[in-house]
């Protein structure tokens, strides 16, 4: 019975094949052709043709749709409504991609590139001579970006947008670590992340014992160099040693410092008897008396 009915199928010229209509379609040079929807087609016609500098295209389905059925042929639908067309370029973007890799090594130490992927705002033929390129302020916190590739001779523009698939190496905070802590490898975790979105420069090498929180971290979090401080030479409440040179006479004690000072910087001390005097910060730990 089967091949009865497909026998009378043929017959009269009634296909059960109907070509898949997708929403997406990539192709090389101008044309797009009825034969990158339906390959089987003995007769191939242009459903659309792309200007010079045209990038890419976007229609209603029933438009292709409209043009099968005037040359009789069905279309199945699964294109979702809308039909969108990319124009492939052959021009070689490998040293944007290379310029990409480098701008990032740059300015990110540790960090490990995989790959970079391009997508072009526009139809690129060719890269222009003498081309310069334009990175979004900061673009290095973020995975994905776009630049500005433009020539001063031809005044020609195009604009690609990127992502950069890359490892950084960084530390986050092992436990909730408050104000003023002074960092040491207990309070760290020394981790390979993927490079998604950045709020600042990441710390990535750890000072033992020259580095303290300016603010609190909770645990898990980033730690970046905004959050940090270098100790200062003196720290408050903390004891000092006290050099006073008059002449041939030359006094050593220990004191208490009163506030955080970096050398060079005037501060006060207090004795143990409770007198206050003034000092300035000689080296770390260590003031001298005017």
């Known amino acids: 019975m089967l091949i009865r009915l497909l026998t009378l199928l043929f017959i009269l010229g009634i296909s059960l094949y109907a070509a898949v209509l997708k929403s997406d379609y990539t192709l090389v040079g101008r044309e797009f052709n009825a034969t990158m929807i339906d390959p089987t087609l003995h007769t191939d016609f242009i459903l659309y043709t792309f200007d010079d500098r045209q990038h890419r295209k976007s229609f209603s389905s029933s438009r292709i749709i409209k043009a099968f059925a005037l040359k009789g042929i069905a279309l199945e639908d699964k294109s979702g409504g809308f039909v969108h067309l990319t124009r492939r370029s052959h021009t070689d973007l490998a040293p944007i991609k290379e310029a990409i890799k480098q701008y990032y090594q740059e300015h990110i130490e540790h960090i490990s590139i995989k790959s970079i992927t391009l997508k072009s705002n526009g139809f690129i033929e060719s890269l222009p001579s003498g081309y310069e390129l334009d990175f979004k302020p900061k673009a290095f916190f973020h995975s994905t970006s776009s630049l500005?590739?433009?020539?001063?001779?031809?005044?020609?523009?195009?604009?690609?947008?990127?992502?950069?698939?890359?490892?950084?190496?960084?530390?986050?905070?092992?436990?909730?670590?408050?104000?003023?802590?002074?960092?040491?490898?207990?309070?760290?975790?020394?981790?390979?992340?993927?490079?998604?979105?950045?709020?600042?420069?990441?710390?990535?090498?750890?000072?033992?014992?020259?580095?303290?929180?300016?603010?609190?971290?909770?645990?898990?979090?980033?730690?970046?160099?905004?959050?940090?401080?270098?100790?200062?030479?003196?720290?408050?409440?903390?004891?000092?040693?006290?050099?006073?040179?008059?002449?041939?006479?030359?006094?050593?004690?220990?004191?208490i410092s009163l506030q955080d000072a970096r050398v060079g910087e005037k501060i006060f001390i207090k004795k143990a008897d409770g007198k206050r005097l003034r000092a300035r910060v000689i080296s770390r730990n260590l003031v001298e008396i005017e």
């Open 148 to 255: 500005k590739i433009s020539s001063p001779n031809s005044h020609e523009r195009y604009f690609i947008t990127y992502k950069v698939d890359a490892l950084i190496k960084l530390f986050k905070a092992r436990h909730n670590i408050n104000r003023g802590k002074i960092l040491t490898p207990i309070d760290l975790i020394y981790k390979e992340v993927p490079l998604t979105r950045l709020r600042g420069m990441p710390l990535q090498q750890l000072e033992r014992g020259q580095m303290r929180m300016k603010k609190r971290i909770v645990k898990g979090n980033i730690l970046y160099t905004h959050d940090i401080e270098h100790l200062p030479a003196v720290l408050k409440n903390k004891p000092v040693n006290v050099r006073l040179i008059n002449g041939k006479v030359r006094l050593e004690f220990q004191a």
